[in-house]
């Protein structure tokens, strides 16, 4: 069973730079036809969309985060990463972890709490 | 990209149907078979429970349908149960090679 597991910075300051990783045990990452995908949620808040990084090597980001985002893959590793520089008290959010399968999110892992302030 | 529009809340008895709408545009929901529908339960992560706007993973009750109508999808519960109230969010691929999710609905049992 393909499990999902986030692990990284949990409090940070203004203007510093969120990284987290999410693990994946019980499949490869490098398996054709799914992408794997970061999906973010502030407290009390809707789900948004960050981006994800598709098997074929193309990745796709939410245009308002865009120039602010970067995930990558670890193949040897079996785990992939976000990276969003610049976070600001409106990035705080519980960070998801998701693989993607032609066009839903399933499975999703428990969540990482990213808390920005000063 | 703008987030699909759902209602803030809906609200049910026991044993009732409810329907709850998620309204995008040509671009997206309108556009592909790529419309799937999420619950949360509180503190929890969202869990999957339609997918391709009518397919139903295993696992889930067959007391949840989705359907699609032009830009707008729809997820219906049928026979509500206590267990049914969580938040709901619809997602959706986008003509950008991107996702975009519905705002959100909460779900009471009265």
């Known amino acids: 069973q393909l499990q999902l597991q986030e692990s990284g910075s949990g409090l940070l300051k203004p203007s510093q730079t969120l990284s987290l990783i999410c693990a994946v045990s019980g499949g490869s990452i490098s398996s054709d036809g799914y992408s794997w995908s970061w999906i973010r949620q502030p407290p009390g808040k809707g789900l948004e969309w960050i981006g994800y990084?598709?098997?074929?090597?193309?990745?796709y980001y939410n245009p308002s985060l865009k120039t602010r985002v970067t995930i990558s893959v670890d193949r040897s590793n079996n785990q992939f990463s976000l990276k969003l520089n610049s976070v600001t008290a409106a990035d705080t959010a519980v960070y998801y972890c998701?693989?993607?399968?032609?066009?839903?999110?399933?499975?999703w892992g428990q969540g990482s709490l990213v808390s920005v302030s000063s | 990209q703008s987030a699909l529009t759902q209602p803030a809340s809906v609200s049910g008895s026991p044993g009732q149907s409810i329907t709850i709408s998620c309204t995008g545009t040509?671009?997206?929901?309108?556009?592909?078979?790529?419309v799937s529908w999420y619950q949360q339960h509180p503190g929890k992560a969202p869990k999957l429970m339609i997918c391709d706007v009518t397919e139903r993973p295993s696992g889930v009750s067959n007391r949840f349908s989705g359907s699609k109508s032009g830009n707008t999808a729809s997820l219906t519960i049928s026979g509500l149960q206590a267990e049914d109230e969580a938040d709901y969010y619809c997602?959706?691929?986008?003509?950008?090679?991107?996702?975009?999710f519905g705002t959100g609905t909460k779900v009471t049992v009265l």
């Open positions: 998701v693989r993607a399968i032609s066009g839903w999110f399933d499975p």
């Open positions: 040509s671009s997206d929901v309108g556009g592909y078979k790529y």
């Open positions: 997602s959706s691929f986008t003509s950008s090679s991107t996702y975009v």
């Open positions: 990084f598709y098997h074929s090597g193309n990745t």
